[in-house]
């Protein structure tokens, strides 16, 4: 199994179990809207007997304001 490793944004530290692993960008529901994560880098732990295959993905953008919501 390989895990996707988010970095910044709103999912900033989450891990997301990686179906494929040649996956070049994630879009992921957030609220009402999605957030994009863009991958970056080579896979890490790819051998055997060194942990799952990691994949480091960076936040891109929002379709919707992240904020807290309130109208003020």
Not at 2 to 27: K, N, V, Y
Request: charged residues 25%; aromatic residues 6%; proline residues 6%.
């Amino acid at each position: 199994m390989a895990i996707a490793r988010l970095h910044g944004g709103p999912l900033d530290g989450q891990l997301l179990p990686l179906e494929e692993t040649d996956l070049d960008s994630l879009i992921v529901p957030y609220g009402e809207g999605q957030i994009v994560y863009r991958r970056s880098g080579d896979l890490e732990h790819a051998g055997n007997g060194d942990g799952p295959t990691e994949a480091k993905f960076w936040f891109v953008e929002a379709t919707d304001d992240i904020g807290n919501g309130s109208d003020d």
